[in-house]
């Protein structure tokens, strides 16, 4: 099957996690993505292994988002360095960085400059906080980017500390960001010939994330209020929360309050049923339901819940997860080992087309694996 994005050429400058992870999906649409990385060193990603895991001298996290991509080397602070990536940009359709700001105006490859060897060329640049403003030369790192956003007011229960997602969140966001936005620019060079420079940033990207906290204090003035116990979502009624059962736990989702009690056979709340009474009693709700909750295991709860049509799913970890049947009929796990001599396990593109799963067993390259391939097939 002809993928969407074959014949797309995508130059990557970019590193880490956000530029990199816009890379992966264009690339798991069909788009050739070449990533430009320093001579010895490359991308700084090669060397930042979560739970110490490695493959092949490089991080797990690091294949695990470039996988199917290839490697050209090239020293920028010499001309010859310069002079190869200017043919490959003559030659490409996407150039992507995520330096900071400057950095590729003091190497010459701004968009501007690309601008004057690709007049269509489609640039895409990521930043911490984007080129404006008394943020804008802070690291632009997915912790910090989540602190500065607010975002740690949302999980975790009322006496608990701000509390940062368990994913790079903000990273995965702006690279999922700045895919669109280049796709989008794609669209536009079809239809008008004209290219474009996209823009994305760490914190707009959590920013948007958030649209549904920061609409409700924009329009209120009110700060997130998390429950004192089963938040899961600061400005939810009760009894929208995740609760112990017998055996481990539970997510009740959004309902009526008297259906819920009905299902479960829970007295005692009869009082609270109004929407209004729902949300300003929802500590003590919450309190209440906890207690009946624990008297019975999980799958007791949910026998009782599907049977009155009460939304709710039991609360699984990544071991219980994958042994499930409507994780495996997905398929969502694949084997990078093509040509090389280790091999490791992930996730697949979670997009199909005509209902097909996009699969790519290739790891990420060897640092300057496709310099001298690169080289020939361009003339560099």
Known sequence: MKLPLQGVMVLEFSQYLAGPYAGLRLSDLGARVIKIERPNTGDACRALATKNQWA???????????RGKESFTADLKQPEGVLAV?????RADIVTHNFRPGIMEKIGFDYESVKDIKPDIVYGEVSGYGHVGPWKHKPGQDLL??????????????????TPFGIAVADMLCGTHLAQGLLAALVRKKRQGQGGKVSVSLLESI??????????????????ERSVKHNAHPYMAAPYGIYDTADGAIAISMGS?????????CAGLEQY??????????????????LHFRVHPTAYWQKQLSDHGYWHAPVLDYN?????????????????????????YTTRCPIRFNRKARFNSQLAPVLGAHTHTLSEEFGL
């Open 56 to 66: 092949d001298g490089d991080s797990v996290l690091f294949h695990t988002i470039n």
């Open 86 to 90: 200017r043919k490959l940009i003559a």
């Open 145 to 162: 980017a989540q602190s500065l956003s607010g975002l740690m007011w949302m999980s975790n229960n009322a006496d608990a500390p701000p």
């Open 207 to 224: 920013l948007d994330f958030q649209f549904e906290g920061l609409t409700a204090f924009l329009n209120s003035g009110d700060l997130p």
């Open 257 to 265: 309050l008297e259906q819920l009690c009905q299902a479960i056979g």
């Open 273 to 290: 049923y109004d929407k209004r009474a729902m949300f300003t009693h929802r500590d003590f709700i919450k309190a209440h339901l906890s």
């Open 320 to 344: 219980s997860l994958t042994h499930q049947d409507a994780f495996r009929v997905l398929n969502m796990v694949q084997k990078l080992d093509q040509g090389r001599p280790v091999s490791l």
